[in-house]
């Protein structure tokens, strides 16, 4: 099955610097990647997703990067803002069947200081 | 609120009790997928439905849980004779089968603790 791992698992900038978060995966037939913001006590909130056919992708502060290759992806968040202080999971997952379940990595405590 | 809901949001059991949680899914989404997170952790798949059929079950998901989505529309999740191991969050996720669409959207979870 599919294995996920994440780096680092807590990262600390300061506001408006930029953060990045890395993940890899095992399977190469994973197609599509998508990451998720929890706030403390919350429902995981997906923030952007990336699949297999392309290699980046953009919306506002945040990207996303893929390297199909190495196997590889991570996040990008520009600008960092207090607001953006939460745990952030990858995920990667493939079709199998029917079915999409998702693989997620062990998350990353981003806290932005003011 | 049209989002995905759990019911309910906390529940305390004693140890060999049973307990059941809901799902309520976005309400044009066919696919509903239970996921067990612990504290530190990502979510881990528990199980999926394709409207009322229960396509795949992880092998984490041990005889004592079952789930049913009996209408394909909402979903429960029990837990007979329930262990201290049990003690997580579970979330419930719904997608969209057509287009091509992959995203999950999921629910605020209920927070099982077995005392």
């Known amino acids: 099955g599919e294995n996920v791992e994440q780096h680092p698992s807590t990262l600390s900038v300061q506001e408006g610097d930029s953060a990045v978060i890395k993940c890899t995966y095992s399977?190469?037939?994973?197609?599509?990647f998508p990451w998720y913001k929890q706030e403390l006590g919350k429902r995981p909130q997906l923030i952007i997703d990336?699949?297999?056919?392309?290699g980046e992708k953009k919306d506002q502060r945040i990207a996303v990067t893929l390297n199909k290759t190495a196997k590889h992806f991570s996040l990008h968040i520009t600008e960092t803002q207090p607001e953006d202080s939460a745990v952030y999971f990858c995920?990667?997952?493939?079709?199998?069947?029917?079915?999409?379940?998702?693989?997620f990595g062990s998350g990353t405590q981003l806290t932005v200081l003011p | 609120d049209t989002g995905v809901s759990q019911d309910p949001r906390h529940k305390i059991t004693k140890r060999g009790q049973n307990v059941t949680f809901r799902c309520d899914p976005i309400?044009?989404?066919?696919?509903l997928y239970w996921y067990r997170q612990t504290l530190g952790q990502g979510p881990e798949f528990l199980t999926y439905f394709q409207n009322e059929a229960q396509l795949e079950k992880s092998r984490l998901l041990s005889d004592r849980f079952s789930a049913e989505r009996p209408k394909g529309s909402f979903s429960t999740l029990e837990i007979q004779r329930t262990e201290q191991g049990d003690s997580a969050m579970y979330l419930c996720?719904?997608?969209?089968?057509?287009?091509?669409?992959?995203?999950?959207?999921f629910g605020p979870g209920t927070r099982l603790t077995v005392t």
């Open positions: 995920a990667a997952t493939m079709k199998s069947g029917s079915a999409r379940q998702l693989t």
């Open positions: 309400s044009e989404h066919n696919r």
């Open positions: 990336i699949r297999s056919n392309v």
């Open positions: 996720a719904s997608s969209l089968a057509s287009g091509g669409a992959f995203e999950q959207y």
């Open positions: 399977d190469s037939a994973s197609n599509y």
